[in-house]
Every structure is written in structure tokens, then in C-alpha cells.
């Protein structure tokens, strides 16, 4: 059963601790991306991985650090640098064909809220 | 550069009919149309890639106009399962590493009441 898996659905973080947010997928997705989501507000893009050993910052990544070792896992830290890190954390995936005529959708996590205690 | 969506929000009662416009102020590539039930991950429900294509699925139907840089989503005889936010995300393909990448809208509620 092919899919999108993110852990934990719940997360709190303490000040001045650094948490992970796991994002593991099977889909045989070349591309990986991560989401901040907050009340009300769109998707915004933290960061983004087109292929193994290689990401891009995306429009908020300040705060945030990820790795891309294996081409199914793609794990989001929260550091402490981050202030306000209470939000929605969305995981997807996609193709990358650049000649696909189907266009590269975008598959989603069923996320993670992560509050500050 | 987000994409802007109108209305942002919508009530209907249903059997009523809906649009949603997603417009851009970038050259697009496609344009991905989402639903977001609360608390929930988004559901894709469509794309549309440059050509000016229109495309359906049950009574969810979309178009896209090149042209003017602008989708719209068109939800015809509305159920109460179609209640939710609904999100274009847009792709430009500027360079090498956009292919696949998504800006998305701010999003339009939808609420369907009986």
C-alpha cells in the first residue's frame, strides 16, 4: 500500500529544544517536500529535495534544517532558532519528469502538529 | 509570488453551484487544485498543464487559461462532502530546480449547508 507516512501526529517541543519530524515515503518519489501550514493560511515551503543528497531552501526555511541520505526518507528539524514554531507540518512527495505530460502531483502526509509547551 | 484566490470564502446550501479563481502573476507551467478537510492533509483533486486544457472529475470540473495566467475551479451541484478549503498551487518552471515545485493560494472556504 503505497503511501506518504509522517510521525509523530503529535509533537511538543520545550524552549530551546530541537525536534524532529519524521517523513518516509513509497511511492519511488524522486522529489520531497516540507510544508508549514498556520491557522487559517496556506501551504508555505520550508524546504525541498529534488534527489538523494541534495535540497533547496523554499520560501521560509529559517529555523529549519533537513536531510535528504535515502531517496524514501526526508526528516525535518525544528531547531531552536525557530520561535514560533507552533504550526501544521505537512510531508509530500512527487515525480520530477521534466518532459511527464501528466505533470508532477504532488502526494501528501496526513501531518503534524507541532505545539511549544 | 503566491498565487491569489477569490472568493475566500463561499456558503451554498446544496444542489448549488460554485467558482473558485486562482490567479497568477507569473508565467505558469500547471496549476494543481487541492481540498483540505480540518485538520487534515490536503487531497489532490486535479491538474491542469499549460495547453488550456479544462478537465473534470465527477462534478468538479476546472479550466485554465494561459493567457491570462488564471485557473478556475467550477463545483457543480454541490454535496456536503465538497465542504472544505480549497487550494491551487502553481508551478512555473523558472529553472532547474522548480520542476514539480508549488506555490500555493491562500485558499477559499467552502461550507455547503443542506
Known amino acids: 500500500d503505497g503511501g506518504i507516512t509522517q510521525s509523530p501526529k503529535y509533537l511538543f517541543r520545550k524552549e530551546g529544544q530541537n525536534v524532529t519530524l519524521s517523513c518516509e515515503q513509497n511511492?519511488?518519489?524522486?522529489?520531497m517536500y516540507w510544508y508549514r501550514q498556520d491557522p487559517g493560511q496556506g501551504l508555505r515551503l520550508i524546504y525541498y529535495?529534488?534527489?538523494?543528497?541534495?535540497?533547496q531552501k523554499g520560501d521560509i526555511a529559517e529555523g529549519y534544517s533537513v536531510s535528504r541520505e535515502k531517496k524514501e526518507s526526508f526528516p525535518l528539524t525544528v531547531t531552536s532558532a525557530q520561535k514560533n514554531p507552533t504550526a501544521f507540518y505537512l510531508c509530500?512527495?512527487?515525480?520530477?519528469?521534466?518532459?511527464?505530460?501528466?505533470?508532477?502531483?504532488?502526494?501528501f502526509g496526513a501531518g503534524t502538529r507541532l505545539s511549544v509547551l | 509570488q503566491q498565487p491569489v484566490q477569490s472568493p475566500q470564502a463561499v456558503i451554498l446550501r446544496e444542489g448549488e453551484d460554485a467558482v473558485i479563481n486562482c490567479s497568477s502573476s507569473?508565467?505558469?507551467?500547471?496549476v494543481h487544485w487541492y481540498r483540505q478537510k480540518h485538520g487534515e492533509a490536503p487531497v489532490f483533486l486535479m491538474i491542469?498543464?499549460?495547453?488550456?486544457e479544462q478537465k473534470g472529475h465527477e462534478k468538479i470540473s476546472a479550466s485554465f487559461n494561459e493567457k491570462k495566467q488564471q485557473s478556475s475551479l467550477y463545483l457543480t451541484a454541490s454535496q456536503l462532502s465538497y465542504s472544505g478549503t480549497y487550494f491551487c498551487?502553481?508551478?512555473?518552471?523558472?529553472?532547474?530546480?522548480?520542476?514539480?515545485?508549488?506555490?500555493f493560494g491562500q485558499g477559499t472556504i467552502l461550507t455547503v449547508h443542506p
Open positions: 509530500a512527495s512527487s515525480t520530477t519528469g521534466r518532459t511527464s505530460g501528466r505533470g508532477n502531483i504532488q502526494y
Open positions: 511511492l519511488n518519489h524522486d522529489a
Open positions: 529535495s529534488q534527489i538523494v543528497n541534495d535540497f
Open positions: 507569473k508565467a505558469l507551467y500547471s
Open positions: 491542469l498543464l499549460k495547453g488550456g
Open positions: 498551487g502553481t508551478e512555473h518552471r523558472a529553472g532547474g530546480t522548480s520542476y514539480g515545485k508549488l506555490t
